[in-house]
């Protein structure tokens, strides 16, 4: 809560778009987070330069998807952890690049935007609507990859590599099903679901669309991010 509202206070220029995208990007999770920073750059409501910076810890999975599906097999006692760790350092990965994001000069139409949170939530809800086809056709197309694993390898370690690079759904199905010990599951679950996959990052693309943020820097951001999650993860899992 504390690097949160640390964060919000580095936003120059006090532009509700650039505020809401922080708390509707964790709560409703990949691709919306992505998806209203390509809109609202788009449409010039923030500038490519904030955007990008918000892109850079705002898109991550869902707390639905991750408390439910992902921590679902995990011990109590290290619930807290893994989402500590997975939710923790985004946050702080954005309060530290948050500088970088420093703009002496705002543009008038940032300060003059009124839009309050339930408006802005309908607002990238509705708009989204129409890309979800698109992000089922890039699920379907990747998901076809992970035949690729039974004809090439027996490794368990190989194959789960190569499912967490393509798409993270079914390295974490893979996680859950080959008998994998708990701490050995968090330890290689998360970095993989922060990175994203390559279906995740191809979605990205798909919802920056048109929009001027480079999706290098993104991808380069999250390989941070999940070096140091991982770090965390083998510094509180280990043993």
Known sequence: MIASNLILYHLQGKSKFEKYVIPIGFLAGFPMGSYLVGKLTKENKISELKGSWLLSFCNNIGP???INIFLQPVSAKNKITAFAIFYGIPLL????TSVHAYETKVPNILQKETFHFPEMLDYAISDAIHSIVKLCGYLIVFRSFLLIPEYVTQN???TLCFYGITEITS???FLQTNGFHENTYLILGLPILTLGGLCGIMQTECML??????????????????MMVFG??????RF
């Open 64 to 66: 639905v998807f991750f």
């Open 93 to 96: 990965y954005g309060l530290i």
């Open 156 to 158: 368990t370690y190989q």
């Open 171 to 173: 390295a974490v199905d």
């Open 209 to 226: 669309s048109g929009s001027s943020i480079k999706l290098k820097n993104y991808v380069f951001h999250k390989t941070l991010q999940a």
């Open 232 to 237: 965390a993860s083998l510094l509180f899992f």
